[in-house]
Nanobody, 116 residues
Framework: QVQLVESGGGLVQAGGSLRLSCAAS????????MGWYRQAPGKERELVAT???????NYADSVKGRFTISRGSAKNTVSLQMNSLKPDDTAVYYC??????????WGQGTQVTVSS
């Protein structure tokens, strides 16, 4: 069973920055992608950003140019640098790992709150 441990998040004013990190207890050779999703109250969970094992990335249109996803040197860690945060970014952010057999694993979630 893969475990994902998230850190970061918190309360920040609009225009500020936060960094989320996630470490996976997974063999790096079994990782297809790692990424971040978010879920705001009353809304469905949505993709924020994904990074695939070769290093290619994918971002939601709403965060392009503001958020940056990266893998750590250990390759089983992923970070999300969030700049120019907006109140609409307020949500619970979840770390995701997709295995090479396309099984999804999730972190426990971390709250990000952006005040106006």
């Amino acid at each position: 069973q893969v475990q994902l441990v998230e850190s970061g998040g918190g309360l920040v004013q609009a225009g500020g920055s936060l960094r989320l990190s996630c470490a996976a207890s997974a063999n790096i050779f079994n990782i297809y992608s790692m990424g971040w999703y978010r879920q705001a109250p009353g809304k469905e969970r949505e993709l924020v950003a994904t990074i695939f094992s070769p290093g290619t990335t994918n971002y939601a249109d709403s965060v392009k140019g503001r958020f940056t996803i990266s893998r750590g040197s250990a390759k089983n860690t992923v970070s999300l640098q969030m700049n120019s945060l907006k109140p609409d970014d307020t949500a619970v952010y979840y770390c995701n790992l997709k295995s090479r057999t396309y099984v999804d694993f999730w972190g426990q979630g971390t709250q990000v709150t952006v005040s106006s």
